[in-house]
């Protein structure tokens, strides 16, 4: 099946701002992103901790600049119907919540809380993180009991960040536990920042299809390996040219 000049249940490495035009109206049953964070800007100080927060900054700050909200006029545009779960800052929040005010829509401010966050001095945790969502109203989800919780507690989702080197991975399990709620099976799901490809493995595994993009080369290598079954680990032994397990298995 083809979305204009795309195919489904592929992912591309391309700039959605540009992609996303290409993309049929009211083609999308719904959209999960993670949207390029925006971090309150703050001194820090020269503790080990202070200096700690820097390089957490430095990592960042090739893929955390904020986002452009001129793409929320074809968020709308793409969507069937408003079903959408953007996982922002604090900083964006306000801003996400007014654009979607005009719209005829329920929202939700979901959360993940991890269990053991860096320590901070003089601040309150980075114990939490926030999935805004918003719905057309009279679209009823599905049923479940577990999947209508709006928080989700886990530690720090450390061994994915190392089996797919992203900086803001999330939790899988999350984000299928979000599809399963509120959206149907075959379902077309799209991610217009996909880092390491969460949503479209979250999709694939609950029976959803999807489409996905992003703009940086080795992120979505990444997100395609991932999606092929190939952890980094796995990479890196295919390009050292050793044995390969799964070769061995096949
Ligand atoms: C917050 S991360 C997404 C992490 C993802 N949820 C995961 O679990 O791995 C946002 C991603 O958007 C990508 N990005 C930023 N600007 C983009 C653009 N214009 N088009 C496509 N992707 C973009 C960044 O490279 C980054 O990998």
Redesign the pocket.
């Known amino acids: 099946m083809k979305l204009g000049k795309y195919e489904i249940n592929k992912i591309y490495n391309e700039?959605?701002?540009k992609a996303i035009k290409n993309i049929p109206d009211k083609s999308i049953d719904c959209i999960y992103t993670?949207?390029?964070?925006l971090y309150q800007k703050g001194g820090a100080s020269s503790t080990l901790l202070g200096q700690r927060m820097v390089k957490m900054r430095e990592t960042l700050s090739d893929?955390s600049d904020g986002?452009d909200y001129i793409i929320m006029d074809d968020f709308i545009r793409v969507m069937k119907k408003i079903n959408i779960f953007i996982?922002c800052s604090k900083a964006q929040i306000l801003d996400i919540m007014n654009y979607f005010s005009k719209f005829n829509v329920n929202y939700e401010i979901l959360v993940w809380c991890k269990e053991n966050p860096v320590p901070k001095n003089n601040s309150w945790l980075s114990d939490i993180e926030y999935c805004l969502f918003f719905r057309e109203k009279c679209f009823p989800l599905n049923e479940g009991y577990y999947l209508k919780s709006k928080y989700y507690v886990s530690p720090l989702n450390k061994s994915d960040k190392d089996l797919f080197n992203?900086p803001?991975?999330?939790p899988l399990e999350l984000v299928k536990r979000h599809l399963l709620h509120a959206t149907k099976p075959n379902d077309i799901v799209a991610d217009?920042?996909?880092?390491?490809?969460?949503?479209c493995v979250g999709a694939m595994e609950t029976g959803r299809n999807y489409i996905g993009?992003?703009?940086?080369k080795s992120?979505f290598q990444i997100a395609q390996d991932r999606l092929n079954g190939l952890t980094q680990q796995d990479r890196k032994i295919k390009d050292n040219g050793q044995i390969d397990i799964f070769d061995f298995i096949k």
């Not at 217009?192 to 949503?199: A, E, N, R, V």
């Not at 993009?213 to 940086?216: A, G, R, T, V």
Request: aromatic share 30%; no cysteine; charged share 20%.
């Open positions: 700039d959605s701002y993670d949207v390029p964070y893929i986002f996982w992203h803001t991975i999330k217009f920042f996909l880092g390491s490809g969460t949503t993009f992003e703009i940086d992120y």
